[in-house]
């Protein structure tokens, strides 16, 4: 398994940007796929980007296409979701999680695809 630290969230007005990171290590960081899930208030956990484990594939969620953008920086084993033109839907608990390899893209749209997660951070967009 993977250890998973996020940091980055906040309170942001509608129409702002933020970045999200994830800090990982235990596992050799640049051979693992990753994504990014969301928990809005009351609702349950909602897949919102994924990156293959050489960062050359990415698949995002319809509602946050072309506002967020997934990366992977494996020389400083940390994850990164830039979120541009938030909304308050946006509003939730952004989770951070590792996969292992070998999965078609589509899968890693799916919880059950991912053995590491990390413990949340907060993403707050007042209406």
């Known amino acids: 398994q993977v250890q998973l630290v996020e940091s980055g969230g906040g309170l942001v007005q509608a129409g702002g940007s933020l970045r999200l990171s994830c800090a990982a290590s235990g596992r050799t960081f640049s051979r693992i796929p990753m994504g990014w899930f969301r928990q809005p208030p009351g609702k349950g956990r909602e897949f919102v980007a994924s990156i293959s484990w050489g960062g050359d594939s990415t698949d995002y969620a319809d509602s946050v296409k072309g506002r967020f953008t997934i990366s992977k920086d494996n020389a400083k084993n940390t994850m990164y979701l830039q979120m541009n033109s938030l909304k308050p839907e946006d509003t939730a608990v952004y989770y951070c999680?590792?996969?292992?390899?070998?999965?078609?893209?589509?899968?890693?749209?799916?919880?059950?695809?991912?053995?590491?997660w990390g413990q949340g951070t907060q993403v707050t967009v007042p209406s």
């Open positions: 999680a590792a996969a292992p390899r070998g999965y078609a893209l589509s899968d890693y749209a799916r919880l059950q695809t991912y053995d590491s």
